[in-house]
């Protein structure tokens, strides 16, 4: 059935109650394929990074990369997970032409961790805690590159190109539980879970986690069902959802279209759907196979891991401290606020205003940086924040120019402008432009002297009485010094010369 119109959001919550299910693949960091020996790096030619193994060629058998194995633990474990004491892994069979085994090495009904949880904060500070199925270790496809088409899909387009360098990169697969009781808050949820696990592969350096490089993908299941207490409904599954943003629209979009079906007699077809950034949008894909289609069983090829509790131990004992706990402690040291905190969170500054605190920058200055001229010009760019061409110690060093008197605010903004345009670090820029603040009592005077005597009318006003038209004279200054002036400096002289307090 085909929905012209959905539902609005408030009245699909106000009959429906939605349920979720988060499946997020994780592209781990390894330096080598999980079952072969070719390189992970990005960028080479199409099927230069390829092997018998990964290639799936008859005669060649796969070894498990140890790295994998220990990245599913440290994730396992600071997902709050059971680390199996056993485990094997399994094929998935399906034909799909980026998968040249046709099948896939994954791992079903024997998980390397299960049963956990991941608590995330909301935007009001409420917690959530969304209980986590299990983590599995798995290997990625190769890509497929269809060309002729309109919109870049199979349908429409003269040919394909296959690239297998992808194929066999480590994968964990991490599925939670369904996600009930999160009512109106279910896209909110989605998204804040996201993050938070982002958060934590980050910390735990397994992975770069960067959704907008496909390092990390979210599966977005949902369905609705008419009270908290009835059965669940039949789920859709939105594939491959890469950044925050989209995993919110795409679980409000699927509410409004599920509300929307079912409330005109229509029946919601379990299948898997395309996710459009233009509008926000899903589009149906194919028919969701059951489990039993895939047709799973144990991989004859690989030996069953059973990872050492003593080794398991000692992956809990190194891991780091997590990040909501991370937050915490950093909201109290800064001494911010939580909603103060959650916009450094969104804007991605976290890490690098740590950074240039520990370059020599005080909280302050670092958050003002970051969160100010930076996060603009990241905005407008549409660069992710720690992408900027500058460096948390070159932040660092405009700051401690502008505590030491040689630059202000202004012209600290145009020193950041020169580094991000590559003109060298901050000191380099300060010469070639010529901007520091003029600090020569004398020079200063005489810019003094010449904006009072060409702005008589405002001198007498001050020494009138009214102080605050002083603003028009230090303007004045500033603009025959191009900026380079110290406000606060410029108005006590002219204060001082016109004979008149500030109190």
Not at 14 to 43: I, N, Q, R, W
Not at 64 to 73: D, K, L, Q, R, Y
Not at 119 to 124: A, F, G, I, K, M
Not at 330 to 354: F, T, Y
């Amino acid at each position: 059935m085909t929905v012209t119109e959905l539902m609005p959001y408030d009245a699909a919550l106000a009959t429906y109650d939605p349920v979720m299910g988060l499946e997020v693949h994780v592209e781990l960091g390894t330096k080598t394929k999980m079952f072969c020996g070719c390189s992970t790096e990005l960028g080479a030619e199409p099927n230069s990074q390829t092997c018998p193994t990964c290639l799936g060629l008859p005669g060649s058998l796969p070894v498990v990369n140890a790295i994998g194995v220990e990245s599913a633990i440290k994730i396992g474990l600071a997902l709050n997970c059971e680390i199996a004491d056993w485990c094997r892994f399994a094929r998935k069979n399906y034909f799909y032409p980026d998968m040249p085994k046709n099948f896939q090495t994954s791992q079903y009904d024997e998980p390397i961790a299960f049963d956990g949880y991941l608590d995330v904060q909301l935007e009001d500070g409420e917690i959530f805690r969304v209980e986590i199925e299990r983590a599995h270790m798995e290997e990625d496809t190769g890509k497929s590159l269809h060309v002729g088409g309109a919109t870049g899909r199979i349908h429409g387009a003269s040919h394909s190109l296959l690239d297998y360098n992808r194929a066999g990169i480590p994968l964990i697969e991490i599925v939670t539980k369904p996600i009930e009781g999160a009512g109106e808050r279910a896209p909110e949820v989605a998204k804040a879970y996201v993050a938070e696990l982002r958060e934590v592969i980050k910390a735990l350096g397994v992975s770069e986690a960067r959704m907008d490089k496909g390092q990390m993908r979210c599966d977005v299941n949902l369905s609705l069902r008419t009270s908290p207490d009835a059965p669940f409904g039949t789920r859709s599954e939105t594939k491959n959802v890469n950044s925050l943003r989209s995993v919110e629209r795409a679980a409000r979009y699927e509410v409004r279209r599920h509300a929307a079906v079912l409330s005109s007699g229509g029946t919601i077809v379990q299948e898997t759907r395309h996710f459009h950034e233009e509008d926000g949008s899903t589009t149906s894909g194919r028919i969701k196979d059951n489990a039993e289609d895939y047709r799973y069983f144990p991989e004859p090829d690989l030996v069953p891991v059973a990872p050492a509790r003593a080794w398991v131990e000692e992956l809990r004992a190194e891991l780091p401290e997590m990040p909501r706990v991370r937050r915490n402690r950093l909201r109290e040291e800064w001494g911010v606020s939580e909603h103060d905190m959650q916009s450094i969170l969104n804007a991605g500054a976290v890490d690098p205003i740590v950074a240039t605190i520990e370059a020599g920058a005080d909280s302050v200055s670092a958050r003002k940086w970051w969160m100010g001229e930076l996060a603009r010009n990241a905005n407008e760019s549409g660069t992710a924040l720690d992408e900027l061409p500058i460096t948390p110690a070159q932040v660092a060093r405009v700051a401690a120019l502008v505590s030491a008197g040689d630059l202000n605010d202004k012209l600290a903004r145009q020193v950041i402008e020169g580094v991000l345009a590559g003109e060298g670090d901050p000191d380099t820029v300060v010469e070639k432009r010529g901007l520091k603040v003029v600090s020569d009592e004398g020079a200063l005077s005489t810019a003094v002297d010449d904006a009072i005597a060409g702005n008589a009318g405002i001198a007498d006003k001050i020494r009138g009485g009214k102080v605050q038209a002083v603003g028009a004279l230090v303007g004045a200054v500033m603009k025959a010094t191009r900026g380079q002036a110290d406000a606060a400096r410029v108005k006590e002289l002219i204060l001082e010369k016109l004979g008149v307090s500030d109190g």
